[in-house]
């Protein structure tokens, strides 16, 4: 029981902690922090719009991350 108990501590934290390391940090201070901290800002300002055009919003976003170099911020959209 203890053994089961100490491997479920490890995979929750594990899981818990993954996420942080998926993405680009944007609180940092550095230049990269910045710019995705940008491409996040316009992301959601476009994405708000009555008229918007998804596909077009979501393809800016792409490019903005990969501009950026953090090409993980945008999986999934």
């Given at each position: 029981?203890?053994?089961?108990s100490?491997a479920?501590?490890?995979?929750?934290?594990?899981?818990m902690t993954?996420?942080a390391?998926?993405s680009c940090?944007?609180?940092a201070e550095d230049?990269?922090?910045?710019c995705?901290?940008?491409?996040?800002d316009?992301?959601?300002?476009?994405q708000?719009?009555?008229?918007?055009?998804m596909?077009?919003?979501?393809?800016?976003?792409?490019a903005c991350?990969?501009?950026?170099?953090?090409p993980?911020?945008s999986?999934?959209?």
């Amino acid at each position: 029981m203890k053994k089961f108990s100490i491997a479920t501590a490890i995979a929750i934290f594990a899981a818990m902690t993954a996420p942080a390391f998926a993405s680009c940090d944007t609180h940092a201070e550095d230049d990269q922090a910045v710019c995705a901290s940008k491409c996040e800002d316009q992301y959601l300002k476009d994405q708000q719009g009555w008229t918007a055009d998804m596909s077009k919003v979501k393809s800016n976003k792409i490019a903005c991350d990969e501009k950026c170099g953090c090409p993980q911020n945008s999986k999934g959209l």
